[in-house]
């Protein structure tokens, strides 16, 4: 645990409807660092959502700071918020949002057809290695109607790792997962955890925030609770035994 | 690179959904074609009538003596022979603006060649007059001006006057005898057809114009004269520096009237260039009309289209795409929605007008500046219809359209 990657003082988000005025969060302090894996839990309506969008840069606090690797994220303008997400975020959603009638290739390869920083790669080149990373070598090709469920978030997760970003943001991404595919994709986050980067995940199953190392509980818009995981699940662990149990 | 992406990635969009891409490209299609067929057939017709008054002669003038005005009565034009030799040669010598200046000597008579004879005009003329008057040699020659001051009795006939005389027969070589003269026939003119006033432009006689003046008529009058302007524009200019010059070898006083009438082609002209004029107006509404109605075509689908693909929009902006991303890849979208149409529409213009053009006997005119107007404008329309729709796609939240069902 290092440097501080993120940090938010007194965030606030206030979306008003009509006249009503809704505090989706209510003044949240967090900071992050580099090579954690978080997990946020939380009902609905207790803003986990929201503070995932603004995590994500995909939106803005209505007051508070943010710095993301020393960026103060409030002061960027769209332009600068989809440079920002582009280079340096990776999203995994719970509805995997790959685009349809597209393979599996193209779709890795999107994020590299909007960085305008990197010339020089090979997109293509970069996009197989990511498939290879999460274990699609051989689905280049395969559109999503062809893939299952935990493909097809392997595929996001490769789209979210190809720009080589310093952090993923996973929203809910075992929601619509058999317990099997879940814990596959699980092994997969630690694993790419392990190696430096950077995972948040928004989850509300206990058992799933179980495997990470860090677990923060937001009720009602505000933190109730920020604490160290003691002795994450191992995931592989996990599924070693579950096809013992399988096979038993 | 990027640019050439985003053209990959519209024509995979506008592929993935063929059926639905031609029905929003024939609105287009259609308007262009109708365009295209228009404007060739349009252009077709206009080069028919040019042709046709380009038969009478090229840029060409006429004078013809003034009328006699004997105590009050007052006779019709060319009643008064006020036109000689002379005047010709003076146009010839100091008309800048005259491309080439002929006299025509015209002597009605019977005309006899063997068993047969023929009543027609013998007209003596320059060598010129053929360029002037638009015409050809079908075979044999025309004269010179060698022949023209030797009076050589030589003579060229019309197609009208040759198939009279010579039925079934060549007749370079052959005689003729004019009021008792006899001609030696050196050529034939090609065929010419009737002209617009619907005289027959082959029943005619051509020799040499002092042949004509000193044989066959009085040795001092001249019918007419005809001139040609050296171009189309320079036509009013050629007309006053031709009256200037005939009114100073007339030794007429600055109030004094003209003794001689010149006219020209330009009521000719001017009919048929307001026509056209007419035509073109109504054939640019029909098309800004058609193109109109094509490019709210494009807009309207490109609006459904982005409703439709809110998901994908929302996915490529949380990925990292810019709006301005979003925006080119609409706008090229349309662009190239409206470009196909635009091409198939001038294809299929295009054979639409051979076709009736073919049906109707008249010439259709391809005109590449028209044609590649046509495909700048249908691009323009695809990128001024497409800019709503996708100023719309590229100012979505990323969150909202993420969360769009």
């Known amino acids: ?22 505090e989706a969060l209510g ?25 995932m969008n603004i995590l994500g840069c995909l939106d803005t606090p209505t007051s508070g700071s943010y710095h993301f ?14 440079d920002l997400r582009n280079t340096k975020i990776g999203f995994v959603f719970q509805g995997f949002n790959l685009l349809p009638r597209t393979t599996a290739l193209e779709n890795v390869e999107l994020p590299l057809l909007y960085d305008r920083h990197r010339k020089n790669s090979d997109p293509r080149k970069s996009s197989i290695a990511a498939l290879e990373r999460v274990g699609l ?20 997760i490769a789209r979210a790792l190809v720009t080589q970003p310093s952090l993923i943001f996973a929203d809910e991404p075992t929601g619509n997962l058999d317990s099997h595919t879940t814990l596959e994709v699980l092994d997969l986050f630690q694993k790419l955890n392990r190696a430096g980067l950077t995972l948040i995940m928004v989850t509300h199953e206990p058992e799933v925030a ?4 860090r677990l923060v509980q937001l009720r009602d818009g505000q ?12 995931a592989a662990t996990d599924l070693a035994e579950n096809y013992c149990r399988g096979a038993a | ?24 490209m024939l609105g287009i299609i259609i308007g262009v074609g109708s365009v295209i067929t228009m404007v060739a057939l349009g252009e077709g017709s206009q080069k028919d009538i040019e042709d046709n008054v380009a038969s009478l002669g090229t840029n060409l003038l006429m004078v013809r003596p003034g009328s006699i005005n004997s105590g009050g009565v007052r006779g019709g034009a060319g009643t008064r022979p006020s036109l000689s030799m002379n005047d010709v040669n003076r146009l010839e010598k100091n008309a800048t603006l005259l491309h080439w200046v002929s006299a025509e000597i015209r002597a009605n008579s019977q005309v006899i060649a063997g068993n047969n004879n023929w009543n027609t005009t013998v007209t003596g003329v320059a060598p010129e007059y053929l360029a002037i008057r638009n015409y050809q040699i079908a075979s044999g020659s025309f004269f010179t001006d060698r022949e023209c001051k030797t009076r050589a009795k030589v003579a060229i006939l019309g197609k009208t006057v040759a198939d009279e005389l010579f039925p079934d027969q060549d007749p370079i070589g052959a005689r003729l005898r004019i009021r008792n003269v006899p001609f030696k026939i050196i050529g034939v003119l090609a065929e010419k057809g009737q002209s617009s006033m619907g005289n027959d432009q082959d029943d005619i006689i051509l020799a040499p114009d002092t042949t004509v003046l000193f044989r066959l008529s009085d040795g001092k009058f001249v019918n007419d004269i005809s001139a040609s302007a050296v171009s189309a524009e320079q036509m009013d200019a050629a007309k006053a520096e031709l009256t200037a010059l005939l009114r100073s070898e007339h030794h007429l006083a600055a109030d004094v009237e003209n003794d001689f009438l010149v006219r020209d082609q330009t009521e000719i002209i001017e009919i048929a260039t307001s026509v056209t004029g007419t035509l073109t107006m109504l054939l640019s509404s029909v098309a800004g009309v058609s193109l109109l ?8 689908i490109m609006l459904v289209s982005v409703t439709e693909r809110t998901r994908e929009i929302g996915i490529r902006l949380a990925i990292g795409a810019r709006p301005s991303d979003i925006l080119a890849q609409f706008l090229i979208e349309a662009a190239i929605l409206s470009l196909i149409g635009g091409l198939i529409g001038i294809l299929s213009g295009l054979s639409a007008a051979w076709g009736i053009g073919l049906l109707l006997g008249v010439s259709a005119v391809i005109n590449p500046t028209v044609v590649s107007i046509t495909v700048l404008f249908t691009g323009a329309v695809g990128v001024f219809f497409g800019f709503y729709p996708a100023r719309k796609a590229a100012n979505l939240n990323p969150i909202d359209a993420l969360r769009y069902e």
């Open chain 1, 223 to 234: 933190l109730l609770k920020d604490e160290a995981v003691c002795t994450p699940r191992d």
């Open chain 1, 69 to 82: 690797e020393g960026v103060q994220v409030e002061d960027l303008n769209r332009k600068q918020l989809a």
């Open chain 1, 1 to 22: 645990m290092s440097t501080a990657q993120i940090s938010l003082s007194r965030i606030r988000k206030v979306f008003s409807m009509g006249d009503v005025q809704v």
């Open chain 2, 293 to 300: 109605v094509g490019g709210i075509g494009i807009m309207n």
């Open chain 2, 1 to 24: 690179m990027r640019f050439r992406k985003l053209v990959l990635v519209a024509l995979k969009s506008i592929a993935r959904n063929k059926m639905r891409s031609l029905l929003t």
């Open chain 1, 137 to 156: 070598g051989n689905r280049l090709n395969h559109e999503p109607s062809q893939l299952s469920g935990g493909q097809q978030q392997r595929v996001a």
């Open chain 1, 210 to 213: 179980q495997y990470a190392s």
């Open chain 1, 27 to 51: 003044g949240i302090s967090l900071t992050i660092c580099s090579g954690e894996f978080v997990a946020i839990m939380g009902s609905s309506g207790s803003g986990k959502s929201t503070l």
